[in-house]
């Protein structure tokens, strides 16, 4: 990691110390680029100077985190996709259960509120606004308390609800001056709350949980961390709908696609055995143990190598301490489901592993797995997960193994290092040996050299004198050139000033393009016409220029008389000045030539007449 790299990652551990926001998930290519606009706008180059900035201006704080929370949302963003959800997947929602049941509507990400009014206006549309109340709460969380605070005062200005459609933005806003505000009565059911999606526990039991474009803005790692998130919050028969910018292709054991084309998923429900082994025995039931029974118990333990067993039904059975240890794991989450906890994927994917071991009746290794540390280290383990059968031949569950392997790697990187250096010490002695004998041999080529470099140099000083005199004569000549040159300077300066005076006191536009149509000349009568100086259009294309003169218009007559079809165009064209007044345009267009009758270009001359 260089230097720039380091300031970057120092930056993000003072916003996380500082003010909470922990940024360290996102991708680095696009969180660059958002802290770069904010150096860019106060003027800063480097990540430390902008750092001292944070600290002695913390206004700068909220600028800043607007800038990287991209807080892009709209009413119906996407039509077509709301529409699908609206007429497929709404019903299946809302006839899945009790006709009195709950609906829990969850939209991650959703800035200042419009996704998640647009959802409480499909819901009561579909099930009439007295329904709604009594059966529906939608979620709506982010990370930006500033338009959360927007989205809580639930008013929006003209152009934000021009994609609400007519009847329903009738039926559902009312009309307070110059802004919407949305339903009251609506929006009671929407709850609006800071939460992070990285850290923060997920709300449970969600019928539908909206993440639109939020995603693709972390890093893969965490992207998974949040998908098996979003699989706990969701009740069994639960839909996922993502932006058109998402999607789920390596995460089927999560969701399964109901409509790609949309972004829609459904729950993937894991298949539950828990009925295939029998219930454990209770605690009083259990005959007491021996000490050869303790003493297995203890050895299992005290083990140094971390040892975790899972009943066929996914449930944790049994943690030794050192594996209490490495997954912060209590006593209480022994009996859970593994699919529930962090180590089911943290630092690899296990539920998959143990499917395998299960089904194949084999033990499963990995080796070389890498888990990152929160202090920055890096832990390598060899995990080995296997299958755990009784005489009868069935599976009971698995044994999961991780040994710890780190320090065995580094001093295999430390050795592989230190071969490395020893080969190439021995590559540099070998090749500054062949140097120094080259060296000695060109040592003595030099010295004979030397000597016929000596003589040649008393042939050279006698050269030297003859060019000596051939520059003085050159530099006379050069002072005659020079003297010529300036005399043509004034020459040129004056026509210059000439030809500016006479456009200065045309009072027509005159604008003159080369053949390729980039301009060459614009006079102050087109500045005051188009509202654009000289400066803003010399060498510009005369078709890209952004007036109130349809351009497009003029190419056809400028390529007549630049191909001599014509000797003079006219013509009138509907326009607008730089004032935005309509005007009559008449326009004159004649050929540019040089003074050996080449084509250099075309003079166009422009005036207005008020309509």
Same mark, same amino acid.
């Given at each position: 990691?260089?230097?720039?790299?380091?300031?970057?990652?120092?930056?993000?551990?003072?916003?996380?110390?500082?003010?909470?926001?922990?940024?360290?998930?996102?991708?680095?290519?696009?969180?660059?680029?958002?802290?770069?606009?904010?150096?860019?706008?106060?003027?800063?180059?480097?990540?430390?100077?902008?750092?001292?900035?944070?600290?002695?201006?913390?206004?700068?704080?909220?600028?800043?985190?607007?800038?990287?929370?991209?807080?892009?949302?709209?009413?119906?963003?996407?039509?077509?996709?709301?529409?699908?959800?609206?007429?497929?997947?709404?019903?299946?929602?809302?006839?899945?259960?009790?006709?009195?049941?709950?609906?829990?509507?969850?939209?991650?990400?959703?800035?200042?509120?419009?996704?998640?009014?647009?959802?409480?206006?499909?819901?009561?549309?579909?099930?009439?606004?007295?329904?709604?109340?009594?059966?529906?709460?939608?979620?709506?969380?982010?990370?930006?308390?500033?338009?959360?605070?927007?989205?809580?005062?639930?008013?929006?200005?003209?152009?934000?609800?021009?994609?609400?459609?007519?009847?329903?933005?009738?039926?559902?806003?009312?009309?307070?001056?110059?802004?919407?505000?949305?339903?009251?009565?609506?929006?009671?059911?929407?709850?609006?709350?800071?939460?992070?999606?990285?850290?923060?526990?997920?709300?449970?039991?969600?019928?539908?949980?909206?993440?639109?474009?939020?995603?693709?803005?972390?890093?893969?790692?965490?992207?998974?961390?949040?998908?098996?998130?979003?699989?706990?919050?969701?009740?069994?028969?639960?839909?996922?709908?993502?932006?058109?910018?998402?999607?789920?292709?390596?995460?089927?054991?999560?969701?399964?696609?109901?409509?790609?084309?949309?972004?829609?998923?459904?729950?993937?429900?894991?298949?539950?055995?828990?009925?295939?082994?029998?219930?454990?025995?209770?605690?009083?039931?259990?005959?007491?143990?021996?000490?050869?029974?303790?003493?297995?118990?203890?050895?299992?333990?005290?083990?140094?190598?971390?040892?975790?067993?899972?009943?066929?039904?996914?449930?944790?059975?049994?943690?030794?301490?050192?594996?209490?240890?490495?997954?912060?794991?209590?006593?209480?989450?022994?009996?859970?489901?593994?699919?529930?906890?962090?180590?089911?994927?943290?630092?690899?994917?296990?539920?998959?592993?143990?499917?395998?071991?299960?089904?194949?009746?084999?033990?499963?290794?990995?080796?070389?797995?890498?888990?990152?540390?929160?202090?920055?280290?890096?832990?390598?383990?060899?995990?080995?997960?296997?299958?755990?059968?009784?005489?009868?031949?069935?599976?009971?569950?698995?044994?999961?193994?991780?040994?710890?392997?780190?320090?065995?790697?580094?001093?295999?990187?430390?050795?592989?290092?230190?071969?490395?250096?020893?080969?190439?010490?021995? @590559? /540099?002695?070998?090749?500054?040996? *062949?140097? +120094?004998?080259?060296? &000695?041999? #060109? =040592?003595?080529? $030099? %010295?004979?050299? !030397?000597?016929?470099?000596?003589?040649?140099?008393?042939?050279?000083? @006698? /050269?030297?004198?003859?060019?000596? *005199?051939? +520059?003085?004569?050159? &530099?006379? #000549? =050069?002072?005659? $050139? %020079?003297?010529? !040159?300036?005399?043509?300077?004034?020459?040129?300066?004056?026509?210059?000033?000439?030809?500016?005076?006479?456009?200065?006191? +045309?009072?027509?536009?005159?604008?003159?393009?080369?053949?390729?149509?980039?301009? !060459?000349?614009?006079?102050?009568?087109?500045?005051?016409?188009?509202?654009?100086?000289?400066?803003?259009?010399?060498?510009?294309?005369?078709?890209?220029?952004?007036?109130?003169?349809?351009?497009?218009?003029?190419?056809?007559?400028?390529?007549?008389?630049?191909?001599?079809?014509?000797?003079?165009?006219?013509?009138?064209?509907?326009?607008?000045?730089?004032?935005?007044?309509?005007?009559?345009?008449?326009?004159?267009?004649?050929?540019?030539?040089?003074?050996?009758?080449?084509?250099?270009?075309?003079?166009?001359?422009?005036?207005?007449?008020?309509?």
């Amino acid at each position: 990691m260089n230097s720039d790299d380091d300031r970057f990652e120092a930056l993000l551990d003072y916003l996380k110390g500082t003010r909470g926001f922990d940024f360290t998930a996102y991708k680095r290519s696009s969180l660059m680029r958002r802290i770069q606009k904010r150096l860019q706008a106060i003027g800063i180059e480097s990540y430390d100077a902008y750092q001292a900035y944070l600290a002695a201006h913390p206004e700068e704080f909220g600028l800043l985190f607007n800038t990287i929370l991209i807080n892009v949302t709209s009413f119906f963003r996407d039509p077509e996709a709301w529409g699908y959800l609206t007429s497929q997947i709404l019903p299946r929602i809302l006839t899945g259960g009790r006709p009195d049941s709950a609906i829990r509507v969850w939209s991650t990400g959703c800035a200042s509120g419009e996704e998640a009014y647009t959802l409480a206006m499909i819901l009561a549309e579909h099930l009439g606004i007295e329904a709604f109340r009594r059966r529906v709460k939608i979620y709506a969380s982010d990370v930006d308390e500033d338009a959360l605070m927007q989205a809580r005062h639930a008013t929006y200005g003209a152009t934000q609800v021009e994609d609400v459609p007519p009847e329903l933005l009738s039926k559902y806003f009312e009309r307070v001056d110059d802004r919407y505000l949305f339903h009251k009565d609506i929006r009671r059911s929407i709850i609006f709350g800071r939460h992070d999606l990285i850290q923060d526990a997920p709300i449970s039991r969600v019928n539908l949980l909206v993440c639109r474009n939020t995603l693709m803005y972390f890093t893969r790692e965490t992207q998974a961390k949040v998908l098996n998130r979003f699989h706990f919050a969701l009740r069994n028969g639960g839909f996922l709908f993502m932006g058109r910018a998402e999607l789920l292709l390596t995460h089927g054991e999560l969701f399964t696609p109901v409509e790609l084309k949309w972004r829609v998923f459904g729950k993937t429900l894991a298949q539950d055995v828990r009925d295939a082994v029998p219930p454990p025995e209770r605690e009083e039931e259990r005959p007491p143990m021996s000490n050869d029974d303790r003493l297995q118990v203890l050895s299992l333990e005290t083990d140094p190598v971390a040892r975790v067993v899972v009943r066929a039904d996914g449930t944790l059975s049994f943690a030794n301490g050192r594996a209490r240890t490495l997954f912060c794991l209590t006593h209480q989450e022994v009996g859970k489901r593994l699919q529930d906890l962090e180590m089911s994927f943290r630092p690899i994917e296990l539920r998959s592993l143990i499917q395998d071991a299960l089904t194949q009746h084999r033990a499963i290794a990995r080796k070389d797995i890498l888990w990152p540390t929160d202090a920055g280290e890096s832990r390598y383990f060899d995990l080995e997960v296997v299958p755990l059968t009784d005489a009868s031949g069935e599976t009971l569950g698995v044994q999961l193994t991780f040994n710890d392997v780190s320090r065995y790697r580094r001093l295999q990187e430390e050795l592989e290092r230190s071969k490395n250096e020893l080969e190439t010490a021995y @590559e /540099e002695l070998q090749s500054s040996n *062949e140097e +120094l004998e080259t060296t &000695n041999e #060109e =040592l003595q080529s $030099t %010295n004979e050299e !030397l000597e016929t470099t000596n003589e040649e140099l008393q042939s050279t000083n @006698e /050269e030297l004198e003859t060019m000596n *005199e051939e +520059l003085q004569s050159t &530099n006379e #000549e =050069l002072e005659t $050139t %020079n003297t010529e !040159l300036r005399m043509r300077s004034d020459e040129l300066n004056t026509a210059n000033a000439f030809l500016a005076s006479i456009l200065t006191g +045309l009072e027509v536009a005159v604008v003159v393009v080369d053949p390729k149509l980039q301009v !060459l000349a614009w006079n102050h009568r087109a500045e005051d016409l188009w509202g654009l100086r000289a400066g803003e259009v010399q060498g510009r294309h005369l078709m890209n220029l952004d007036i109130g003169l349809p351009v497009e218009q003029l190419r056809q007559p400028i390529r007549a008389v630049l191909a001599g079809e014509t000797g003079l165009a006219e013509l009138t064209l509907d326009c607008r000045n730089r004032r935005g007044k309509s005007v009559r345009c008449p326009i004159r267009c004649t050929q540019l030539t040089g003074g050996n009758g080449e084509t250099l270009g075309a003079i166009i001359l422009m005036d207005e007449i008020p309509v």
